[in-house]
């Protein structure tokens, strides 16, 4: 069966489950009063600090996004405290949202744009992006900073599991969290890894991906080639390593909701509103 096909078929109740976990953990919260409006529903509560929230971003937009970089992704209250804690949050943060965008990017152009294009000439320029020359940078970046999240997991471990601060109490979640991750994170490597050791897995089109060229390798997969050097003479099966790395993905997102991973989304709603409580008019927060 396309992998295509089977993707979706994964993708789409994965989906489901994943926002209908926010709604219940979005619901939680707007069970709270809301100044101004204590007897309005969840979901006109939920309207009312949408359209607050829009309103107050367009009145200092810069404001916003300043804070939101510096404070949420940058996190530099942390810096001040802790230059390792700050080191590893920022690479874990940071490595996310830029993977996220640039592998949306890449996505989009490369699949849809280019399905598009085909009966829409409009959208021809999209190729550029799947055999062009951007292509490879797209997926260098994509895999600079899938590399920035794999050391930020690897600092966070190690601080966790051998520095062990005092003041640090671990628990059975974040255990599975951080090795979640780094599962996540090494076997997606792996799985670049053994395409470029083994050409044959790209001919058969085993994957869903179109991949650059060979001689790109060395710089634009350049964990990944690291990797392929002590796989060439190993054979696994490829559908296996798919299933294996794109099942838990599925599953990771489907978590979310339910983990201490919902402050990827929360804290940036937390940081704005307390910074804006506490000096709405400064010029530099």
Not at 240 to 249: G, K
Request: charged residues 20%; proline residues 4%.
């Amino acid at each position: 069966m396309d992998k295509h096909l089977i993707f979706y078929a994964m993708f789409i109740p994965a989906m489901h489950l994943f926002f209908l976990g926010m709604w219940f953990r979005l619901s939680l919260y707007l069970r709270g009063t809301l100044e101004g409006a204590e007897d309005v529903t969840r979901w006109g509560k939920l309207r009312i600090l949408l359209s607050r929230g829009w309103r107050g971003f367009w009145k200092r937009p810069d404001w916003y996004i300043r804070i939101l970089v510096m404070d949420v992704i940058f996190h530099r209250k942390l810096f001040g405290q802790s230059f390792y804690r700050w080191l590893a949050h920022t690479l874990l943060v940071f490595g996310f949202v830029a993977t996220f965008i640039v592998d949306m990017i890449k996505g989009f152009t490369t699949g849809y744009l280019v399905e598009w294009s085909h009966s829409v000439p409009f959208f021809s320029f999209a190729h550029v992006f799947k055999t062009g020359g951007i292509r490879p940078f797209l997926d260098f970046f994509l895999e600079f900073f899938s590399f920035l999240i794999l050391v930020g997991c690897v600092l966070a471990i190690i601080r966790r599991f051998f520095i062990r601060p005092d003041q640090l109490k671990t628990e059975e979640e974040d255990i599975v969290t951080l090795l979640f991750i780094l599962y996540l994170v090494l076997s997606g490597f792996f799985i670049e890894g053994y395409r470029i050791a083994h050409p044959e897995v790209v001919a058969s089109r085993v994957y869903m991906a179109d991949f650059t060229p060979p001689s790109a390798n060395n710089w634009v997969s350049f964990f990944g080639y690291f990797l392929a050097l002590f796989l060439k003479d190993i054979t696994i099966n490829p559908h296996f390593l798919w299933y294996a790395h794109v099942i838990p993905c599925l599953v990771w997102f489907v978590y979310i909701p339910h983990s201490k991973l919902l402050h990827i989304f929360t804290s940036s709603v937390t940081v704005i509103a307390d910074r804006a409580k506490q000096k709405p008019h400064a010029k530099d927060q």
